[in-house]
């Protein structure tokens, strides 16, 4: 096979094999079986130390003569290309890609570029920006003065139906500026109208996390039972059963199984369908409620450090539940960030996660400081939560338009990513999700 | 007893045919006394539909012989995904 390498030549043979390629004469000085890149210009390599160091490389007789770069061909299996060609140094030209955006990394765009990849105008033509519709933020709780300043408008907020922890130390919408304000404010990006519920499971302090006061599992079972209540009342007053849907969003999850019960265990979370929180998400779906989590961060290319380098079956527990939408996270240019949790879901649940991927890793919420992106499969999760909220606008979870129906239409209308054939992949699920090819299929 | 910090908790499932059972009979289904039992968390509905609760027990007091599918089950630390 013909692969592309670099030779390094004096200039004076570079040139006349590039004269000779151009114009398809015999070019004197060429390595036999070397096809220049008439494409390529030689490259006239570095200052005078440089100069010294790659002489070194090629035959003595040149080496007091300035050294160039020229890219060419060579027929050689790319397992056991030549070292040298007519006494020159031969180099890789490898393929390239972009480096995958890590943990720590600048932000990669805006949440304007998130609005705009999703289309989020042609949503709003549609009348569909999220009114009537309430998002659960399930987290460590929302600051309304944090969003009001980054937003420059005070988002709705329905404080009666916010979930408070036992013990809870701030009201709903008063908690510290964190995690859960980045959430709320990437929910909104595709329904700036819809109303946040603000639930705080992760700033739960219950007893029983272990040897330290903890967030468990446990605070969640707790919300989502007060949430599926109040959702299915019937009442439609001053309750959740007052909105035309309920999207949850859940940007956490546990990063190793060494946090579980030992595998085997029939108690287990992290890959039991049994355990009482995977009941209650199914219970919930089937209720009218859509929900979303996070795939994870344990991506093979740059993990989270809590994920102890293991990035096999890395969707677990709930993120792998066939209930639930497991949300993958790339940039604004539709390139996979590094650390975003590869499928197949962990063995005992389902295998093809995570479903969909939605944008990560923007400066948008800068909940973490001004120059700090809302990162993590944490921000793709509210994205794609915001997602369906303005889809909800138009059709309601209590007509025929289940969530399990929904997260169908979401996984087959997901945009191919670039290199990439339809259907489902590890890195990306089944594509990059895109509400207004959903939106469109309801009529308003 | 009090619930404290350190208390191993694990999480068990109990039945109610008719909207969730009490505390106290929570407690009877398990075998344990109401005093075992998270008074914060209470009983949880996992799946009303299914007459399916959960509760929050002191792990060092639950016997065995559970019916399968009744736990106990971990209640594991969870953290945010940034």
């Not at chain 1, 030549?82 to 030209?93: I, K, R, T």
């Not at chain 1, 999220?130 to 399930?138: F, H, K, L, R, S």
């Not at chain 2, 016997?63 to 009744?70: H, I, M, N």
Request: net charge negative.
């Amino acid at each position: 096979m013909s692969i592309p390498i670099l030779l390094l030549m004096p200039s004076s043979v570079a040139s006349g094999a590039q004269v000779a390629a151009m114009t398809g004469t015999p070019a004197p000085g060429l390595p036999a079986g070397f096809v220049a890149d008439t494409q390529f210009p030689m490259i006239l390599l570095g200052d005078q130390d440089t100069q010294s160091r790659v002489s070194g490389f090629a035959a003595p007789e040149f080496a007091a003569e300035p050294q160039v770069a020229i890219r060419g061909f060579v027929d050689a299996a790319i397992e056991d290309p030549p070292q040298s060609l007519g006494g020159f140094q031969v180099f890789a030209d490898p393929r390239i890609e972009p480096f995958q955006t890590c943990i720590g990394d600048r932000p990669v765009g805006t949440h304007d570029d998130v609005a705009e990849r999703l289309d989020a105008a042609g949503l709003h033509e549609l009348g569909l920006d999220g009114e009537g519709v309430a998002i659960a933020i399930v987290d460590t709780g929302i600051n309304l003065v944090h969003l009001r300043a980054v937003m420059g408008r005070t988002p709705r907020f329905d404080a009666v139906n916010s979930w408070a922890p036992p013990n809870a130390d701030h009201e709903a919408g008063e908690w510290p500026v964190g995690h859960g304000t980045m959430c709320a404010f990437d929910a909104l990006i595709a329904a700036p109208a819809a109303t946040l519920v603000d639930v705080p499971v992760l700033s739960a302090k219950l007893p029983g996390g272990g040897s330290a006061m903890s967030s468990t599992l446990s605070a969640a079972l707790l919300a989502f039972s007060q949430m599926l209540g109040s959702w299915n009342s019937g009442r439609g007053n001053r309750d959740l059963s007052q909105y035309r849907g309920l999207v949850c969003s859940n940007s956490w999850g546990i990063f190793h199984p060494s946090w579980d019960f030992p595998a085997g265990h029939p108690g287990r979370y992290c890959d039991n369908p049994d355990h009482p929180f995977m009941l209650q998400l199914e219970a919930m779906s089937r209720g009218g409620i859509d929900m979303f989590f996070a795939a994870g961060n344990c991506g093979a290319d740059c993990p989270d450090g809590r994920c102890q380098n293991r990035v096999v079956e890395a969707v677990m527990g709930a993120s792998a539940s066939i209930d639930v939408m497991s949300v993958a996270g790339c940039d604004v240019h539709e390139e996979r960030v590094g650390y975003s949790s590869q499928g197949p879901g962990i063995t005992g649940l389902h295998q093809m996660k995570p479903d969909i991927t939605a944008y990560t890793h923007f400066l948008g919420s800068r909940a973490f400081g001004d120059d700090a992106p809302d990162s993590g499969t944490s921000a793709a999760c509210p994205v794609a939560a915001g997602c369906m909220a303005a889809i909800r606008g138009r059709v309601s979870p209590r007509t025929p338009a289940t969530p399990y129906m929904m997260y169908d239409h979401l996984r087959v209308n997901a945009l191919v990513p670039p290199g990439r054939t339809a259907g489902w992949n590890a890195d990306y699920g089944h594509g990059i999700i895109r509400p207004v090819p959903i939106a469109s299929l309801f009529p308003g | 007893m009090s619930w404290k910090a350190d208390t191993e908790a694990a999480l068990m499932i109990v039945k109610g045919k008719d909207g969730p059972p009490s505390l106290d009979e929570a407690a009877r289904q398990l075998d344990v006394a109401v005093e075992d039992l998270d008074p914060d968390f209470g009983v949880v509905a996992i799946d009303p539909d299914r007459g399916l609760y959960s509760v929050r027990v002191d792990a060092s007091k639950l016997g065995r012989g559970f019916e399968e599918g009744q736990g106990p089950f971990s209640d594991p630390d969870i953290s945010p995904m940034r």
